[in-house]
Nanobody
Framework: QVRLVESGGGSVQAGGSLRLSCAVS????????VAWFRRVPGKEREWVAR????????YYIDPVKGRFTVAQDNARNKVSLQMNSLKSEDDATYYC?????????????????WGQGTQVSVTA
């Protein structure tokens, strides 16, 4: 059984930083794809960062490039999202997602496994 558990969300002032973590079980980090998505109430879930964990290739949406970094920890079977210079538009619930294959797509519907989400609140 695959399980993804996010942690690290919270409230932070604009300009601050947070580091989200996704603990993975039932799936080996270092194979397949992982991603971070976020959702704001009333909007569709959007991808934020994606990673092919076999070769370490990463992709980011333009609004977070240079501010967010996705990383993998194969020894601990975890994935993280370091978020710096946070802005009000980053305020959302963040989800970790995973696939066993290497179709590291942008569409939420193609991802197989999901965490429960963690809230990130950015205050002025």
């Amino acid at each position: 059984q695959v399980r993804l558990v996010e942690s690290g969300g919270g409230s932070v002032q604009a300009g601050g930083s947070l580091r989200l973590s996704c603990a993975v079980s039932g799936l080996t980090v270092g194979t397949g794809c992982v991603a971070w998505f976020r959702r704001v109430p009333g909007k569709e879930r959007e991808w934020v960062a994606r990673m092919n964990t076999a070769i370490g290739t990463t992709y980011y949406i333009d609004p977070v490039k240079g501010r967010f970094t996705v990383a993998q920890d194969n020894a601990r079977n975890k994935v993280s999202l370091q978020m710096n210079s946070l802005k009000s538009e980053d305020d959302a619930t963040y989800y970790c997602a995973a696939r066993r294959d290497y179709v590291c797509a942008t569409l939420a519907s193609v991802w197989t496994y999901w965490g429960q989400g963690t809230q990130v609140s950015v205050t002025a």
